[in-house]
């Protein structure tokens, strides 16, 4: 009798348990004001209005001033990165910066694509849209979403922009882009209320495709904008055509992702794992416990404490440009933690990195984009959309250097209807703009196999 009722237990556990995993959950959320004071009586604002950047003498002198009136601090002897930015190659960047790098010619180059503002929940979204050129007859452009990340920006998608508008192979896909700013960051306002969670990102990014007439679209995202665009698919995801990624931690690690960290090394067939997977995670407490501590102070900051050490950021370029640029020697390679240069300028131009630094500096956005992970962060790590899998069609862009890496089996918990897991030749967590080649011809073959699906 008593093993009969054990038996009937453990048979309707499972059954309990699979048919919790096979509910499909919506994510739910509510209109937001984000603009100064209340909502202003009357309708709503849809206007799309053409946007510049622009920039003038006084804008630049002010920059050089603070430049020139900069104090270097030496930087420990033979310590390279591992303290942060080195100060003695910090002062050759800021010496090309003051005498050669040329913020006219990279506002020329910011608007060869189309820019525009739109108002949604009280504040200004901006965005870059670009639309392919003479299309073949017949053919129909397909829309995509794609989101940046920090301290990234619009500006990481500018090299992989043509490859999807204007591709080479005439088989492949022609893409329309649309690439906003998160709220906070670069040209979009920033939110004048607290509470503007990745959640509110994509609701308003929802609202903002939805303006441009897209019913249905793809979306692409990394770093801020891998939850962004995920939690697209969750509220959305009948519009969600599909989901791109190049980053996904495990939000909420389950029992599989668990017992494979446990035992993965062991029977690494098991959990799927190949040798680059075993490399990455063992010994686990060097590779996820002590190098998470190593490159996560930022965040601990940010997720705190963000309007203080922003202040500063603020008033200094110099300061701002160690800040943002360590993050892209580090986090393309950690081992260029080792080089006395950071490794910067072998997988990236310096015209390009301080592009991306001025767009902080002269948008004074700074204090604003790091507040996303306050909002994020202090609302706890048990949020509906951390437990909630993704029901959309997504494909994973898996790069070696990747900040985080992450199995496809620990991809596959949250994703349940991942098609396409490519481990990609190389590459760190800023891909779009260290390999757009790599990352546009990912996006084309999961975006065919969509296509031909449907």
């Known amino acids: 009798m008593f093993t009969e009722i054990l038996l009937a237990l453990v048979v309707g556990g499972v059954v309990y348990f699979l048919v ?85 010619r990279q506002v020329e180059k910011l608007n060869k694509f189309p820019h525009y503002k739109t108002n949604i929940e009280g504040i200004d979204v901006h965005y870059v849209h670009v639309r392919p050129k003479n299309l073949p007859e017949g053919v129909t452009a397909v829309p995509l979403l794609m989101v940046h990340g920090w301290p990234g920006s619009f500006y990481e998608f500018y090299r992989m922009i043509p490859l999807l508008t204007q591709p080479s192979n005439p088989d492949d896909i022609v893409f329309e882009v649309v690439c906003p700013s998160i709220p906070g960051y670069g040209f979009s306002e920033a939110p004048h209320k607290k509470g503007f969670d990745s959640v509110c990102a994509a609701r308003v990014f929802h609202k903002l495709m939805k303006r441009l007439g897209f019913q249905q679209f793809y979306a692409h995202g990394g770093d801020w904008g891998w939850i962004v665009t995920t939690n697209m698919a969750q509220l959305e995801p009948k519009i969600i055509k599909g989901l791109h990624l190049n980053f996904a931690p495990p ?44 490159e996560s102070g930022y965040m601990h900051i940010q997720a705190t404490k963000p309007d203080t050490v922003g202040r500063a950021l603020n008033d200094s370029p110099v300061g701002l440009a160690a ?50 992970y306050k909002e994020n962060f202090s609302k706890g790590l048990d949020q509906p959309h951390s437990k909630m899998p993704v029901h959309v069609p997504t494909g994973y862009a898996c790069f070696p250097n990747e900040l985080m890496h992450t199995p496809k089996l620990w991809v596959q918990q949250k994703y349940r209807e991942l098609k396409t897991f490519t481990p990609m030749a190389r590459g760190g967590h800023f891909a779009a703009m260290e390999e757009p080649e790599l990352m546009a011809q990912d996006i084309q073959n999961f975006t065919k196999m969509q296509e031909k699906m449907k």
């Open 251 to 294: 939000s909420k690690p389950g029992l599989p992702v668990v017992l494979s960290i446990m035992l993965g090394r062991s029977f690494p067939k098991l959990f799927g794992f190949n040798e680059h997977d075993i490399q990455r995670i063992y010994p686990v407490v060097q590779n996820l416990v002590v190098e998470s501590v190593k």
């Open 323 to 372: 800040y943002i640029l360590e993050k892209f020697s580090t986090w393309t390679d950690h081992d260029f933690r080792n080089l006395d240069d950071g490794g910067l300028t072998r997988k990236f131009s310096l015209d390009d990195l301080l592009t991306n630094v001025m767009i902080y500096w002269t948008s004074g956005c700074i204090i604003s984009s790091m507040r996303f």
């Open 20 to 104: 919790q995993r096979s509910k499909r959950h919506q994510l739910k959320s509510e209109d937001g004001w984000w603009g100064e004071g209340t909502p202003m009586a009357g309708e709503e604002d849809l206007s799309i209005r053409p946007y510049t950047v622009q920039t003038d003498d006084e804008e630049l002198e002010d920059l050089y001033r603070r430049i020139d009136q900069t104090r270097p601090f030496p930087s420990l002897e033979d310590s390279q990165f591992n303290y942060g930015f080195n100060s003695h190659y910090l002062q050759k960047v800021v010496t090309y910066w003051r005498r050669d790098f040329d913020w006219r």
